[in-house]
């Protein structure tokens, strides 16, 4: 929940901030904005919260916190590339994937009832997912519109 109210937040006050800086709108720069934002937040949550994210990694997996840590890298490094012209279409693309093959992290995370933030499974279970995954459709299409489509 708090990527998206992030995302959404940072998308309205860029969106107000350009227009009062050049005058006219601009929704797929303010896409961009919020989107990268949204992208470093949670990679700051990966930072923070690596113990429980590392419990959201498949058992058979080893160096579950050196993923956690590799994909906040990746995070950052796609927040970065949605800004930088020669880099944005495969950046738009490797998140596309990116936020693909997390789905079934969050999948395990849901069905184990995981509270990532604790490092407990006394989390909101099934009803996570009932979120998480639209959530995951959004990013998709969100980056889509913004650093493919319409660049």
């Known amino acids: 929940m708090k990527p998206f109210l992030v995302l959404i937040v940072v998308f309205v006050i860029s969106l ?3 227009k009062v800086i050049n005058g006219k709108y ?3 720069l303010s896409g961009r904005i919020a989107m990268s934002t949204m992208l470093l937040f949670t990679a700051l949550g990966h930072f923070l919260f690596s113990d429980g994210m590392a419990l959201m990694v498949p058992d058979k997996i080893p160096f579950k916190k050196g993923i956690i840590y590799f994909t906040a890298i990746l995070e950052i490094l796609g ?3 949605l ?3 020669q880099l944005r ?3 738009a693309w490797l998140l596309i994937l990116f936020f693909i093959i997390i789905l079934p992290a969050n999948i395990k995370a849901s069905i184990d009832h995981l509270n990532y933030q604790k490092a407990t499974y006394d989390g909101h279970g099934l009803m996570y997912l009932w979120f998480r995954a639209p959530l995951q459709l ?3 299409i969100w980056i889509y519109l913004t650093a493919i489509k319409f660049k």
Do not use: E, K, V
């Open 79 to 81: 927040a970065i590339g």
């Open 138 to 140: 959004l990013f998709i």
């Open 83 to 85: 800004h930088i012209p």
């Open 89 to 91: 279409l495969l950046t």
């Open 16 to 18: 107000f901030s350009i």
């Open 26 to 28: 601009d929704f797929i």
